[in-house]
């Protein structure tokens, strides 16, 4: 107020300048004091949110530790900032206790935040000193310590953390500037009621071999690529899958049709190259010795056996079921399946189960994968869902209806292996957060339950080491014991727990994306259709049905997901081999034919360029003009034909010509059952018939020729009887005279050198007219023709 009184421009007086600056300070006591009483900023606060120095723990050992054990804890610490930290030292920090599945959660994805609970340091000499942190310069620590300096309490999951503290340049105080937290699962003693767990082994790849075989007895396969070798090569993906697998407890879910490959890697295979060219395939050795292997892993183990490639089950029911024959496919891969297995692992595997991706379901998914057999479905928790208020995560299997099960794995173990786990960091934390989630599982309740784990369908090798580690301190531990599959899909439901698939709309829609689409099925079924019009002319069409059997299983292989480019080229090769192989029995072009009279016979030859012989196919040639030409008395005429490999056959048509001109023809190859088979080819024929008229003139002339030759004839006969008469002596009596015998009487006629009579009342009459074209055999030329290349 007394500011405002001032007048503007003027300067106040010393009175109200005294008024002012004490009303002033007055006003700012109170804030003064709140100022004071506020807390003092904590150091990590200080340090910001995300720290200055990362810390990594690359190593944790015993993973889960039991009474007695040490625990050493190993990795790096690098300052991230722009200056030097001294004083720096790395701690241990313990607690709190993580009571639910979801506090694990949180931790998990908090791992380095400088905010939220960072425990109780164990302290002692349980520390590593740095005198100095150089910026950008990564340092090592190792801290090992008795499990008893921890201060554990009962069994549970322990947050678990390693901090660097220190003090930045132009500090003098320390302060946190990283940390790195993790899990500690604490069960010390054997635990009363252990968790069945089951964990499936998963042995799967992308497709690799395609629809091409050689044309030799053996049918040497044509492989897409090298990949294969290199996977089960040493060091390779599939390689590290059996190398640890074999010394775990584990079911082995196996994709036949990676058996099927590796076993024609054994013998001579050959490699696509650059164009149509191929090259050798050389890896036989190391194929040999990765089946070896593998069928002394899993004997008297547990196998399961996926339907032939995998087949992309969400795809199918979602895309594919509104086509003609895709559920046939599916059918097949089924039966095929136990087949292979047994005939390469000599195993029996179990084909009752069906793995859609990710355990994804719905009513349409469950429905097409129990159509080929299988009544148990594997899902996954973050699919089928609890909706019944549960307090603790109930058993895997549970009624679905129809006389399903579904066995539905836990979706924080079954997930808790992706990602990047090329860095130990990585895989350590992995490790950790799955043994805490098993452990955390198991302490719910007292009631016994059974645990599956599916993990992704083909983890890198980075990720299989981080799954062996953690199933290997799994089956150590005291809290979980190992179960086949087809036991917990056999155990006892938990009444409370979901049962209800759920909706279509409930589907993933990330997952629906890379489904294959309706016309990738529309292709295969079109495939199929070609390939049926194409086995039933063939004489061993095993050598056929089966190649391209199994390249259409693989064309719906759920390792295409992802790859839609590459499986559009796939399915295109596919058709296209096929295409190229029917086209080698085809009928050979022909030009204009010029027919000269009433009746003659045109030749169709039909070629074989196959190794093997064609059978049960009739070739009919049609006249497109009935009216001016016919074939065997009608507007078309069939033929069967039946061409051994390599070969060709000439079928001929007779042919009635009823007037001049030109006539189209039109010769095609029918299967036995009328479906047209190859191209038709389509000629035209000429037609120069001679007419009545002129056949009379040339009857006529023929008739006057034969006449005058005759009496010719006769007349030179009787001149050399008189002549003979008047120059010859006198006959003795009763002697007859030499002389012409009688031209009337048949005996006494000239014979021609095949002893046919001459005479005029041969039976051939002159008036009869001559056949315009030469009369040629209608019957077909026999199939051991050789094709003219």
Request: with cysteine; aromatic share 4%; hydrophobic share 35%.
């Amino acid at each position: 107020m007394a500011e405002a009184a001032d007048f503007q421009g003027t300067s106040p007086s010393p009175a109200r300048r005294w008024l002012r600056r004490t009303g002033t300070l007055l006003a700012g006591a109170p804030l003064l004091a709140g100022l004071c009483q506020l807390p003092a900023a904590t150091p990590a606060q200080a340090a910001g949110d995300d720290g200055s120095v990362s810390v990594t723990v690359d190593t944790l050992s015993t993973s889960a530790p039991t009474d007695g054990d040490t625990l050493t804890v190993s990795g790096t610490v690098t300052n991230n900032g722009k200056k030097a930290v001294t004083g720096a030292h790395v701690d241990l920090r313990v607690g709190p206790e993580l009571t639910t599945r979801s506090s694990i959660d949180t931790v998990t994805d908090d791992s380095d935040s400088l905010q939220g609970a960072t425990g109780s340091e164990v302290g002692g000499k349980y520390v590593q000193d740095f005198a100095k942190l150089t910026p950008g310069v990564s340092q090592p620590f190792s801290i090992s310590v008795p499990v008893d300096e921890l201060d554990l309490g009962h069994a549970g999951v322990y947050q678990f953390a390693v901090s660097l503290s220190g003090k930045p340049s132009a500090q003098s105080w320390d302060q946190m500037l990283g940390i790195q937290r993790t899990f500690l699962p604490w069960q010390s003693d054997e635990a009363d009621t252990k968790t069945r767990t089951t964990f499936l082994w998963p042995l799967v790849s992308t497709v690799h071999m395609t629809a091409e075989t050689g044309s030799n007895a053996q049918q040497t396969p044509v492989f897409l690529n090298d990949d294969l070798a290199d996977e089960i090569s040493a060091g390779g993906r599939l390689d590290q899958m059996l190398s640890l697998g074999e010394d775990l407890d584990v079911t082995w879910v196996i994709d036949p049709d990676l058996l099927a490959s590796v076993d024609a890697m054994t013998r001579s295979y050959r490699v696509q190259g650059e164009g149509d060219t191929t090259t050798a395939g050389t890896h036989q050795a190391v194929a040999k010795a990765w089946l070896a292997k593998l069928q002394n892993a899993v004997e008297d183990r547990e196998v399961v056996a996926l339907p032939f490639a995998d087949p992309d089950l969400a795809s199918l029911a979602h895309n594919g079921t509104s086509v003609t024959g895709s559920l046939n496919h599916l059918n097949e891969a089924t039966d095929v399946a136990a087949t292979t297995v047994k005939t390469v692992l000599h195993v029996t595997p179990s084909t009752d189960f069906a793995w859609p991706v990710n355990g994804a379901v719905d009513p349409a998914i469950v429905k097409v994968a129990t159509s080929a057999g299988a009544d148990k479905v594997i899902a996954r928790s973050d699919s089928l869902q609890e909706s019944g208020g549960l307090s603790y995560t109930p058993s895997a299997a549970r009624p679905i209806g129809g006389g399903t099960t579904a066995v539905v794995a836990d979706a924080r173990l079954s997930t808790a292996f992706q990602g990047d786990l090329t860095k130990a960091s990585a895989s350590t934390l992995a490790v950790q957060r799955f043994l805490a989630q098993s452990l955390s599982l198991g302490l719910q309740t007292d009631k016994q339950r059974s645990v599956v784990v599916a993990p992704q369908r083909m983890p890198t090798a980075s990720q299989a080491g981080a799954m062996a580690e953690a199933i290997t301190a799994l089956q150590t531990g005291n809290w979980s014991e190992t179960q086949k599959l087809t036991a917990a899909a056999a155990a006892k439901p938990d009444p409370g727990a979901t049962t209800k698939v759920p909706s279509a709309s409930s589907y993933p829609s990330s997952l629906r994306r890379q489904e294959l689409p309706k016309a990738a099925f529309q292709q295969i079924a079109n495939t199929q259709d070609k390939l049926d019009n194409f086995r039933v002319i063939l004489s061993d069409e095993s050598r056929v049905v089966t190649p391209f059997g199994r390249a259409m299983n693989r064309e719906m292989s759920t390792s295409w997901r992802g790859r839609t480019a590459a499986a559009s080229s796939f399915r295109g090769d596919v058709e296209d081999y096929l295409d190229e192989l029917t086209s080698q029995v085809s009928l050979i072009e022909k030009s204009e034919t010029k027919l000269s009279g009433r009746s003659a016979t045109i030749p169709v030859t039909v070629q074989n360029n196959l190794v093997q012989g064609v059978q049960h196919l009739r070739l009919r040639l049609t006249s497109l003009s009935p009216n001016r030409l016919e074939i065997g008395g009608t507007s078309y005429s069939e033929q069967r034909v039946e061409v051994s490999g390599g070969h060709s056959q000439t079928v001929k048509f007779t042919t009635t010509a009823n007037a001049n001109g030109q006539a189209s023809v039109v010769a095609q190859l029918y299967t036995e059952d009328g479906q047209p088979y190859g191209n038709a080819v389509r000629f035209d024929v000429k037609v120069t018939e001679f007419t009545a008229t002129v056949m009379l003139v040339i009857g006529g002339g023929v008739l006057l020729l034969v006449l005058a030759g005759f009496r010719m004839y006769t007349q030179r006969k009787r001149a050399a009887a008189r002549e003979a008469e008047q120059n010859g002596p006198d006959d003795e009596a009763g002697e007859a005279v030499d002389g012409p015998e009688n031209p009337e009487d048949p005996e006494d006629r000239p014979k021609d050198e095949s002893g046919t009579g001459t005479g005029a009342d041969d039976p051939g009459q002159p008036s009869d007219p001559t056949a315009d074209t030469a009369a040629e055999s209608a019957d077909p030329s026999g199939t051991g023709e050789r094709v003219d290349r």
